[in-house]
């Protein structure tokens, strides 16, 4: 827990220190699985990250979680979660999407964080941040129930390039023509091994199955148990 | 009316035809006010456009409009405007704005329009749009309700640019941690003499505000009123 909020900006003469596949292993060896968390504009990444970190602080034996957020201008969102995780802010100055060096330097303004889970909370964007590998482990796809159920074929390479798809703002479910079942579909013609995972960030639905899914997914892909 | 989709694609070879500005000034010689519409996905760009012609089919005299609509990939967007509005679907194979050349290319497939309104619905993005002119006369920007009120500041850009702010999804306020002054006042502090246009295609509200909006500020610009 941390209530200090860091920023770093972009330095555009910073040339990038290290490759994506170099720091994904140097994650990899701490045994701190690295998601990239994707989407438009006010989906509830924030929100969810905050879920995230509330739900497990109220567990004994829970992952140590930190996040890495960026935007293009403010340290609003690191200020949301700051009462919740250490955080550190990332200001692109109105670049589009994040790029591998201001994570790098985020990462250090962290500190020695070797704890389970380290989330990046990318630029609010469905298109430029898919093409940008930041040395995750993990690609999650935020879709509210605002958005509309037709967004998959409209932005295919954010959904073929992620792993799970969250349905964000489950709780707004009765008031928006949206189909669960037809997001799903249109995801899955993309990427037919997407996980879906519906949930609510306002009301709580879900959320355990989501940090279910996490847990499992890092023991999966690291090869060690939250306990190690 | 017309239930016939064009589409045209992106020419990565196509050079600039001609200048923003050339465009701007061969539409306000045909009396044509052209709309840039910027939001991030989902925000309901397509549903406010569908929307705008069902109240002017309905009324006599109205003005007549035509929509290019730009998506990353499908039809989609075209295809549900179709019954209400002669449109042009442009798909830019991945990019994550709108440029000019193409907005051109689907002028040309619109054939000889000479209407009061043509609408450029960009791609679905806050950041990248907002650093192309695509000889608009109009920037309109969608903020729905659903997306937070602390939008502005972070991606100021977007708002900097914008002559109107459309807060859409009015009818979801009751669900969401969403305050339409907080949104202006954050609007205002980046562009002071932004318009703000509350509203909701899904019930109408505020639909016949924003299109006596558009035909005021037509007049204003091209100093001719709709009977002309």
Avoid at 16 to 36: I, K, P, Y
Avoid at 111 to 116: L, N, R, S
Avoid at 130 to 137: C, R, T
Wanted: glycine share 6%; aromatic share 6%; with cysteine.
């Amino acid at each position: 827990m941390s209530a200090r909020v860091i920023t770093v900006r972009r330095d555009v003469q910073a040339a990038a220190r290290s490759s994506a596949a170099e720091f994904r292993l140097r994650c990899t060896e701490r045994g701190t699985l690295v998601v990239n968390v994707l989407s438009s504009p006010g989906a509830g990444k924030t929100s969810l990250l905050a879920a995230t970190a509330r739900f497990w602080s109220a567990r004994e034996n829970a992952p140590r979680m930190a996040v890495l957020v960026g935007d293009l201008a403010t340290d609003r969102d690191a200020r949301r979660l700051a009462p919740w995780t250490p955080v550190v802010q990332m200001t692109t100055g109105g670049a589009c999407h994040l790029e591998l060096p201001l994570v790098e330097r985020a990462m250090a303004a962290l500190g020695d964080f070797d704890g389970e889970f380290l989330f990046i909370e990318n630029v609010g964007n469905l298109v430029c941040p898919a093409s940008h590998d930041l040395g995750e482990h993990l690609r999650v796809l935020l879709l509210s129930t605002t958005e509309g159920d037709d967004k998959p074929a409209k932005y295919p390479k954010a959904f073929r390039t992620s792993q799970a798809l969250v349905v964000s703002k489950l709780d707004l479910l009765p008031y928006v023509p949206f189909s669960v079942q037809a997001a799903a579909a249109d995801a899955h013609e993309i990427q037919p091994d997407l996980a879906v995972l519906p949930l609510s960030a306002l009301n709580g639905q879900g959320i355990d199955e989501w940090c279910r899914y996490l847990e499992t997914t890092r023991t999966s892909i690291l090869g060690q148990s939250n306990a190690e």
